[in-house]
């Protein structure tokens, strides 16, 4: 079974840094692509991060663009999300999600497997 394991969230003054990270397994193809989304109380959940395990492409939020960077490390099956410069309103639950892809892009839509979440808290 696909299962991942998000980590790496807490409190943070306005300003600074964290970095999640969402540990993988179970994937039986090759062809996937993994995203980070995240949930405020009273908000929709939307996509944050995303990168393609082949097509080295990555994708942002408008809103998180120049501020978080993703990455992957294949030889530890873990996706991280680099957060700086972090704002109040990037406080949120993050979960990071996959689906199998076999184009060079990278969706944020129609996720399959999901993670629990990890709770990031900016605030002074």
């Known amino acids: 079974d696909v299962q991942l394991q998000a980590s790496g969230g807490g409190l943070v003054q306005p300003g600074g840094s964290l970095r999640l990270s969402c540990a993988y397994s179970?994937?039986?193809?090759?062809?996937?692509?993994i995203s980070w989304f995240r949930q405020a109380p009273g908000k929709e959940r939307e996509g944050v991060s995303c990168?393609?395990?082949?097509?080295?492409?990555?994708a942002y939020a408008d809103s998180v663009k120049g501020r978080f960077t993703v990455s992957r490390d294949h030889a530890k099956n873990t996706v991280y999300l680099q957060m700086n410069s972090l704002k109040a309103e990037d406080t949120a639950v993050y979960y990071c999600?996959?689906?199998?892809?076999?184009?060079?892009?990278?969706?944020?839509?129609?996720?399959?497997?999901w993670g629990q979440g990890t709770q990031v808290t900016v605030s002074s």
């Open positions: 999600a996959t689906r199998k892809y076999y184009g060079p892009r990278c969706p944020m839509t129609d996720y399959d497997y």
């Open positions: 990168i393609n395990s082949h097509a080295d492409s990555t």
């Open positions: 179970g994937f039986t193809s090759n062809y996937y692509v």
